[in-house]
Structures are given as structure tokens and as C-alpha cells.
């Protein structure tokens, strides 16, 4: 119990780091959001996993829905220290008159995963198209691409139902008719809680940075997520 409770305030201790750093350090607009996750995995055959998941997002210091989207994808563990993944998702954006705008992302991930004594590290690349207002804009077949790298970090407390972890992930366009670049950093610190054999919930805070953007935003994001595997 005492490890748990360390532990715990050390992960509380890092979120007030980042909130510190967001509010003192980026000279750009800001935001605070609620990010709101539910998932369910069905293992169809062994290491091959069917998966949906549905979100909400919120914005404007929670006080609309920004976006709201469907997943649906297939993981596939390759070897123990290899995953790969494809999903789709259905993406209904608010805009400033109320409306709501389509976008259709897809995405393919290689995920690389080491356990070194308790700490258990992996390396996501993923490469995401994304189509806007498809069927009702003149420039809506021309896709957006872009080249994610994230680096998570979790800490397997021995006993416990608590799973704290740091992540990081770089955005980088690919196909940006002004030069490919860095357009967003995310930095995410949080835990993973187990309910049981099947059910999970992850709270985090997310600090995203967009860079090299015209009116670049900070956002503060609170996150919560559950998931169930069958």
C-alpha cells in the first residue's frame, strides 16, 4: 500500500509540473479540454484482435463538443515484442457556425514493446491520411498525411491495480504544400487502473503544442478512458 500511495503522489507531482510548465512557458491561445473514451477489444483468433471505440471531445473550457468519432481497426501481435494495427475512423468536426464538418482517417501502426524490470517501454510509429468534407468540398480527395512517433514509458507496480505512465509523440506533415514539419508535440502523464480480468480505465493529462501553425494552440487536456476486452 505504501509503494501504491508513492507512487501515486509522484504521478500527481508531474501533472502539476506539466500544468505549471503549459501556463508560464507557451505565449500562444489556450484551451482546456475533456477527452472522453469507451472501447471494447474481442480477441477472433489468438493474438488478432477486433476493435471499436467511440469519443467525445470536448473544447472551449469544456463547454462544447469539438469532435465526436468513430474507430473501428484490427491489432495483430506478430512476436511478443511486435504489434501492427489498422484502423479507420469517422470524424464529425463542430465549426464556428455550428455545423459539423466529416473527416475520414485512416491510420497503420508498428508497435514496439520491451519490458526492462518493472518498466515496460514501446515505440509507436504510425501513419495517418485524413480526407475532409470528401463528398462536399472541391479539395476534399486531396488527403492530409501525417507521421506520428509516440514513446511510452510505464511503471508495473508490484501488487497493484495502478499502472502510472509518461508518453510523448511527435506530429510531422508529409505532404504540406509549404515544406513537410513538426506541426504538433503531445506530452501525456497518467495512470491505467484495472478493474478486473477484462475492464480498464486510463485518467491522464495531455499537454498538446502546436508549432510552426499559423494562431498555434496550447491545450490542457484531461482524459478519461475505458476499456473492455472480451
Not at 493474438?47 to 473501428?72: A, P
Request: aromatic content about 16%.
Amino acid at each position: 500500500m505504501k509503494t501504491k500511495n508513492t507512487y501515486t503522489k509522484v504521478l500527481l507531482i508531474i501533472t502539476i509540473v506539466l500544468f505549471s510548465f503549459s501556463s508560464k512557458l507557451f505565449s500562444q491561445e489556450k484551451d482546456f479540454s475533456l477527452w472522453s473514451e469507451i472501447q471494447f477489444e474481442v480477441e477472433l483468433i489468438e493474438d488478432f484482435k477486433f476493435c471499436i471505440s467511440e469519443e467525445f471531445r470536448f473544447d472551449e473550457n469544456i463547454s462544447r463538443i469539438d469532435k465526436y468519432y468513430t474507430n473501428l481497426g484490427f491489432k495483430y501481435r506478430i512476436i511478443k515484442q511486435i504489434r501492427v494495427a489498422v484502423y479507420y475512423r469517422f470524424l464529425q468536426k463542430q465549426e464556428l457556425n455550428s455545423s459539423y464538418s466529416s473527416r475520414n482517417k485512416f491510420f497503420s501502426d508498428i508497435k514496439l514493446e520491451k519490458d526492462i524490470n518493472r518498466f515496460e517501454i514501446s515505440f509507436r510509429s504510425r501513419y495517418q491520411t485524413k480526407y475532409t468534407d470528401y463528398f462536399s468540398s472541391e479539395n476534399g480527395n486531396i488527403p492530409a498525411n501525417k507521421w506520428r512517433n509516440k514513446l511510452n514509458i510505464d511503471y508495473d507496480i508490484k501488487n497493484s491495480p495502478i499502472k502510472p505512465f509518461l508518453s510523448s509523440e511527435i506530429f510531422y506533415q508529409t505532404n504540406n504544400n509549404e515544406g513537410n514539419r513538426i506541426d504538433e508535440l503531445r506530452f501525456k502523464a497518467g495512470m491505467d487502473i484495472g478493474i478486473n480480468e477484462h475492464q480498464e480505465i486510463e485518467f491522464s493529462y495531455i499537454l498538446s503544442k502546436e508549432i510552426n501553425v499559423k494562431n498555434p494552440l496550447t491545450n490542457n487536456i484531461f482524459s478519461v478512458e475505458y476499456s473492455f476486452a472480451f
